[in-house]
């Protein structure tokens, strides 16, 4: 199981970027994947997550109405569109899989995930 994710950049507060995430090695139609966070001196954060056979993302309540999820099963690719960005959401950003569904509760807790990628900075500053 491999993940990559890209898109990261500098953005202006209220700017706008798209994370793509390409995974190999398993299906997204069996994995639970999603995206995670970590700001400097903070602990790793869920951020969004499709589990399979659901199609109702899960997102963290601050990133709801502004962030996206979704995926392209024929290019093996995750993105997360994010709008409106702000200062907060500043970090860099992973992505991560496992096998299964993911209970409800236990979906944006990174202990729970098995696979991850190497990160991509996202920075929020005028």
């Known amino acids: 199981v491999q993940l990559q994710a890209s898109g990261g950049g500098l953005v202006q507060p209220g700017g706008s970027l798209r994370l793509s995430c390409a995974f190999s090695g398993f299906s997204s139609r069996s994995y639970s994947i999603g995206w995670f966070r970590q700001a400097p001196g903070k602990e790793r954060e869920g951020v969004s997550l499709?589990?399979?056979?659901?199609?109702?993302?899960i997102y963290k309540s601050s990133v709801k109405g502004r962030f996206t999820i979704s995926r392209d099963n024929a290019k093996s690719t995750l993105y997360l569109q994010m709008n409106d960005l702000k200062s907060e959401d500043a970090a860099m950003y992973y992505c991560a899989a496992r096998a299964g569904r993911m209970a409800l509760s236990a979906a944006l807790d990174e202990v729970h995930y098995d696979y991850w990628g190497r990160g991509t900075q996202v920075t929020v500053s005028s």
């Open positions: 499709l589990r399979p056979g659901d199609g109702n993302p």
